[in-house]
């Protein structure tokens, strides 16, 4: 029986619009799933699902990986979810050539279920290193986040990144452009996330703005321009100038509206974080629901977004330095 872990992500800046090449600049955070994986006699699947969230649903279910869970959430995210999973684990089968090995898995995870944390990439790339581990095969990284990316642009339908998929492997700060994904130098930057308990569909929300950028010139010039503001953030990265990380986070926050992916309490919260004085703020991941990033070394936006009718967690959140580990081997 093999344990790993792998950490949930923020979105500094350039989510969606790293979808079409540019770049984009996520940031593992210290929320991780974790994933033990346990190898059966047969070759059936039986996954086992709790903790989904930070205290809100818990989808729980358990026989073949077909079987319908019962639990209330979206079908379409429950869908999601088992679709990673199995993806996830027909990866470590055939890496290790192994077409036919049955297991039993049992996934924890602190990460709200799209909630714009990289719940999904942190399951896939945390399966995929306990179940490569549990066959005797140790797989780099690199390989495991090519192969996690792989499930993540099988279940939505080509429309994913490498983004959340490489920062979780990986751990840190990555840079991300199209097939080009490095690891990138970040100081401590200190990062409140408000959730607003709810969550929004990648699948849906990533092909309405593909939709608006073949209906709107704006809108694909608004791309542009969100890789264009990347640019800049890796300049204030490499300075360490916090103040510019969040005026650009700001301009991201804004451009990302404009691409109809915010929502009300997204906004709500975004402005909350601003008027207690954050250095920036702005939507994190697809958007639609789920969580805002701001920077703030005081305490004043983790007590604005906790007062905030609109949040309903608000923490710190720290850096993760270290990507996917072995828990327990
Ligand atoms: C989702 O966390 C981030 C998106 O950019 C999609 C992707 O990069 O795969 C919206």
Same mark, same amino acid.
């Given at each position: 029986?093999?344990?790993?872990?792998?950490?949930?992500?923020?979105?500094?800046?350039?989510?969606?619009?790293?979808?079409?090449?540019?770049?984009?600049?996520?940031?593992?955070?210290?929320?991780?799933?974790?994933?033990?994986?346990?190898?059966?006699?047969?070759?059936?699947?039986?996954?086992?699902?709790?903790?989904?969230?930070?205290?809100?649903?818990?989808?729980?279910?358990?026989?073949?990986?077909?079987?319908?869970?019962?639990?209330?959430?979206?079908?379409?995210?429950?869908?999601?979810?088992?679709?990673?999973?199995?993806?996830?684990?027909?990866?470590?089968?055939?890496?290790?050539?192994?077409?036919?090995?049955?297991?039993?898995?049992?996934?924890?995870?602190?990460?709200?279920?799209?909630?714009?944390?990289?719940?999904?990439?942190?399951?896939?790339?945390?399966?995929?290193?306990?179940?490569?581990?549990?066959?005797?095969? !140790?797989?780099?990284?690199?390989? #495991?986040? $090519?192969?996690?990316? *792989?499930? +993540?642009?099988?279940?939505? /339908? @080509?429309? &994913?990144?490498?983004?959340?998929?490489?920062?979780?492997?990986?751990?840190?700060?990555?840079?991300?452009?199209?097939?080009?994904?490095?690891?990138?130098?970040?100081?401590?930057?200190?990062?409140?996330?408000?959730?607003?308990?709810?969550?929004?569909?990648?699948?849906?929300?990533?092909?309405?703005?593909?939709?608006?950028?073949?209906?709107?010139?704006?809108? !694909?010039?608004?791309?542009?321009? #969100?890789? $264009?503001?990347?640019? *800049?953030? +890796?300049?204030?990265?490499? /300075? @360490?100038? &916090?103040?510019?990380?969040?005026?650009?986070?700001?301009?991201?926050?804004?451009?990302?509206?404009?691409?109809?992916?915010?929502?009300?309490?997204?906004?709500?919260?975004?402005?909350?974080?601003?008027?207690?004085?954050?250095?920036?703020?702005?939507?994190?991941?697809?958007?639609?629901?789920?969580?805002?990033?701001?920077?703030?070394?005081?305490?004043?936006?983790?007590?604005?977004?906790?007062?905030?009718?609109?949040?309903?967690?608000?923490?710190?959140?720290?850096?993760?330095?270290?990507?996917?580990?072995?828990?327990?081997?």
């Amino acid at each position: 029986m093999v344990t790993a872990s792998a950490p949930g992500k923020v979105y500094l800046f350039g989510e969606h619009a790293v979808v079409y090449g540019e770049p984009a600049v996520p940031c593992a955070i210290e929320l991780r799933a974790r994933v033990t994986v346990d190898r059966r006699d047969d070759d059936r699947l039986r996954v086992h699902a709790e903790d989904l969230s930070l205290d809100g649903f818990t989808v729980e279910y358990s026989g073949d990986a077909g079987d319908r869970p019962d639990v209330a959430v979206s079908e379409s995210l429950v869908e999601a979810a088992m679709g990673y999973v199995d993806g996830a684990i027909e990866q470590a089968r055939d890496a290790a050539a192994e077409p036919a090995v049955g297991f039993d898995v049992t996934i924890e995870s602190d990460i709200p279920l799209g909630g714009g944390l990289g719940s999904s990439a942190a399951v896939v790339v945390a399966t995929i290193e306990a179940a490569t581990r549990e066959l005797d095969v !140790e797989l780099d990284r690199e390989e #495991i986040a $090519d192969r996690a990316y *792989q499930v +993540e642009h099988d279940v939505q /339908d @080509g429309e &994913a990144s490498r983004a959340d998929t490489f920062c979780s492997a990986m751990g840190g700060a990555v840079r991300v452009e199209g097939d080009d994904c490095r690891t990138i130098g970040a100081p401590e930057l200190p990062f409140v996330v408000g959730f607003d308990g709810g969550a929004g569909d990648t699948g849906e929300l990533v092909a309405g703005v593909r939709s608006l950028k073949g209906e709107y010139d704006f809108a !694909e010039t608004t791309v542009r321009t #969100i890789g $264009d503001l990347v640019l *800049q953030g +890796e300049r204030a990265l490499d /300075d @360490g100038d &916090a103040a510019e990380i969040g005026r650009l986070m700001d301009f991201n926050h804004g451009l990302l509206s404009a691409l109809g992916v915010s929502a009300r309490r997204l906004d709500e919260m975004v402005w909350a974080a601003r008027d207690a004085g954050a250095m920036g703020a702005k939507l994190t991941g697809a958007g639609g629901g789920g969580c805002v990033v701001a920077l703030d070394d005081s305490e004043g936006t983790l007590t604005a977004l906790k007062y905030s009718p609109a949040c309903e967690q608000a923490f710190r959140a720290d850096l993760a330095r270290e990507g996917v580990r072995v828990e327990r081997d």
